[in-house]
C-alpha cells in the first residue's frame, strides 16, 4: 500500500482536472463507468493513425498488425481472468450484450417449458430482462433468490431452490447498488452439486478486486471494458470451452462462419463462432491497456485502496443525521446507496451535482431491487482507483449542506 500513491495515479487521468460549475470535480460514479487514463486514450489514437485496418481479413501489413494488436488484447483478457485458453474468452460490447449471448444461445440450445433458472432479487436488469425474453420464448420460470435486509443473499433458501428443473444460475458477483460480494466460489459449488452451470455478472467486481475464473469454477463470466477503465463498447464473455463448444452461435454474418452456401453453412471454431462482423478492435487494445493499467497498480492494492475508501466513508456517513444506508453486508465493495431523511435522491443528486459532485441517482437498472427494499431510488456513490479520502470528505461537506437546504 505504501507504493499507492493516488496522486501520481490522479494525473493518468486528465478528466479528473477538470471543474465543474467552478468547482474540482469528484468523481463518484465510477459504477457507472470509469474515467480512462492516458495510457488507454493514446493507445487507441496510435493505432487509429499508424495501424487501423480491418483485422482476420487482410494479407497486408497493416490488417496483420491490426490483427496481432486484437488477438494479444485476448490473451491480456486471458491472463487477467486466468482463464485456461484464449479459446474461451469472446469480445462482445458489454456485460449486457455477453448476458443475452448466453441467456439466448443456451435457452435455445437448452431451455424448455417448465425449466428453471435462478437468478436473485440484487440483480442488475441486463441479468433479469435477458432471462424473460427467453421466459417469453421457451415458457421457463425465473426462480429469484431473496436477500436479506442488510443486502446479502439467503444462501439457505438458494440452496432449497433445486429440483429436477433447474437448469442454470445467474447471479452478479457484486451488487451495483448495495455493493455486497457474493460469495460466488460457494454458489458455484452448489450449484455444480446439482449439475447446473453457473453465470456470473462481473460488471461491478472486476474493477475492484481480482478475478480468477478457474477458482470460482464458473462456467460463464460478464464484464465491461467501460468499467475497468477502458473504453466504452467493448466486453467480455468468458465461458468454459466445453459450455461454448455446446452452445449454438449468437449472431449470423462474417468471421463466424468457416464455409457459407445457400445449401449449408458451417460455423468456425471458438471463439470467432460467437463474433459476428468486424469486432472493435480498436477497443479491444485499449481495453487490453486498461488492464494493464489495474495489473500494474495490481488488483490487490487497488482493492485495499478502495476499501479504506469505503471504511472511511461508511464511518463518516454514519454520522449524518437521519442519513440511512441502503446495503450494509458484511462484505461491501466500492458502493455506497443511501438516502437522507425524505430528501428526494433526485433533489440530493441534483444539488450535490452543483457542488461539482458527480453521483448517480434512481433505481441503478434494479427495480426488483428497489421493490425489495421498500424504496423507489438511492443516491449511490461509487468509488474508483483514483479517488481520495479528501474527496469523501467534500462528499459528506455536500450532503450536510443539502441536508441543512431541506
Ligand atoms: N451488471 C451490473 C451489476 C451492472 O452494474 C451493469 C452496469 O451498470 C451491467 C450489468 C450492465 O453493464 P453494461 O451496461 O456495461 O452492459
Known amino acids: 500500500m505504501t507504493n499507492y500513491d493516488v496522486d501520481l495515479i490522479r494525473r493518468d487521468f486528465p478528466i479528473l482536472e477538470r471543474q465543474v460549475y467552478g468547482r474540482p470535480l469528484v468523481y463518484l460514479d465510477n459504477g457507472a463507468t470509469t474515467q480512462k487514463p492516458r495510457q488507454v486514450v493514446e493507445a487507441m489514437t496510435e493505432e487509429y493513425y499508424n495501424v487501423n485496418a480491418n483485422v482476420h481479413r487482410g494479407v497486408h501489413f497493416l490488417s496483420q498488425q491490426a490483427t496481432e494488436l486484437h488477438e494479444a488484447a485476448r490473451e491480456t483478457v486471458r491472463r487477467f481472468l486466468n482463464a485456461r485458453s484464449t479459446s474461451e474468452i469472446i469480445f462482445t460490447r458489454g456485460t449486457t450484450e455477453s448476458i443475452n449471448l448466453v441467456a439466448t444461445t443456451f435457452g435455445d440450445a437448452f431451455l424448455n417449458e417448465g425449466d428453471e433458472v435462478i437468478v436473485s432479487e440484487m440483480e442488475h436488469h441486463s441479468n433479469i430482462v435477458s432471462w424473460q425474453l427467453v421466459q417469453a420464448r421457451k415458457g421457463i420460470r425465473l426462480r429469484v ?6 443486502g446479502e443473499l439467503c444462501l439457505d433458501e438458494f440452496e432449497q431452490m433445486f429440483n429436477e428443473h433447474t437448469r442454470m444460475v445467474s447471479v452478479t ?9 457474493n460469495p460466488v466460489k460457494r454458489i458455484v459449488e452448489i450449484a455444480h452439486a446439482h449439475d447446473v452451470p453457473v453465470l456470473i ?9 481480482p478475478v480468477d475464473v478457474q477458482a470460482i469454477d464458473c462456467d460463464f463470466f460478464a464484464f465491461s471494458g467501460h468499467k475497468i477503465y477502458g473504453p466504452t463498447g467493448v466486453g467480455v464473455l468468458y465461458g468454459k470451452e466445453s459450455w461454448l463448444d455446446r452452445l449454438p452461435p449468437y449472431m449470423g454474418g462474417g468471421e463466424m ?16 463462432k460467437f463474433e459476428a462482423g468486424t469486432p472493435d478492435y480498436v477497443a479491444t487494445t485499449g481495453l487490453a ?3 494493464d493499467y489495474v495489473s500494474a497498480l495490481g488488483m490487490e492494492c487497488i482493492h485495499a485502496h478502495e476499501q479504506e475508501l469505503v471504511r472511511y466513508a461508511m464511518e463518516q456517513m454514519s454520522a449524518i443525521p437521519d442519513l440511512r444506508f441502503i446495503g450494509t453486508p458484511k462484505e461491501k465493495d466500492a458502493v455506497i446507496s443511501f438516502l437522507v431523511g ?12 452543483r457542488l461539482g459532485i458527480a453521483v448517480r441517482t434512481g433505481h441503478h437498472c434494479a427495480e426488483p431491487l428497489m421493490h425489495r427494499m421498500g424504496i423507489e431510488s438511492t443516491v449511490r456513490a461509487s468509488f474508483g482507483l483514483y479517488n481520495t479520502k479528501a474527496e469523501i470528505d467534500a462528499l459528506v461537506a455536500g450532503i450536510e449542506r443539502v441536508s441543512r437546504m431541506f
Open 145 to 150: 433468490i431473496p436477500i436479506t435486509d442488510e
Open 173 to 181: 458477483h457484486v451488487s451495483n447498488v448495495l455493493g455486497t460480494v
Open 201 to 209: 455478472d462481473g460488471a461491478q467486481s472486476t474493477p475492484h478486486f
Open 257 to 272: 462462419i468457416r464455409n457459407v452456401s445457400f445449401e449449408q453453412t458451417t460455423f468456425n471454431d471458438l471463439p470467432f
Open 289 to 291: 491497456r486498461a488492464l
Open 342 to 353: 425524505d430528501i428526494h435522491p433526485l433533489d440530493m443528486g441534483t444539488l450535490l451535482d
